[in-house]
C-alpha cells in the first residue's frame, strides 16, 4: 500500500460527564472546556477505503500522539497526509494551502 498516500484526521465527540473523579480527569478537554472522545481515521487518498480507524480515545490526547500509535501498523515507508494536527510527525504531509 506504500504506493498511495494516506489521509489522516480526527474528530472529537462530547460525552457526558463521568461521576467518577478519576474518569472525569482522564477524559476533560482543557482546550474545549468539555468532556470528549477523539476518533481517528486513515482512509485512501480518493476517499473510497477505510484502511484504519481508532474509537473512543481520551479527548486531551493530541492527534500526534494518536496517529504515532496507528502508524506502527503501517509499512516504514508509506507517506500520510494530514492537517497541522499531525505537525512534526515522520512520513507526514499537510496539504499545500490554497491561495
Do not use: W
Not at 22 to 50: A, E
Not at 71 to 95: A, L, T
Request: proline share 3%.
Amino acid at each position: 500500500m506504500t504506493e498511495i498516500e494516506l489521509i489522516v484526521d480526527s474528530t472529537e465527540q462530547d460525552i457526558f460527564r463521568p461521576k467518577n473523579d478519576g474518569k472525569q480527569k482522564k477524559y476533560y478537554s482543557g482546550k474545549q472546556k468539555s468532556h470528549r472522545l477523539k476518533n481517528q481515521i486513515i482512509i485512501t487518498d480518493n476517499g473510497k477505503k477505510i484502511v484504519d480507524v481508532i474509537v473512543g480515545e481520551r479527548g486531551p490526547e493530541s492527534d500526534i500522539i494518536l496517529f504515532k500509535k496507528q502508524q506502527k501498523k503501517f509499512d516504514k515507508e508509506q507517506r500520510f497526509q494530514g492537517d497541522k494536527g499531525y505537525q512534526g510527525g515522520s512520513r507526514i504531509d499537510r496539504p499545500k494551502k490554497k491561495k
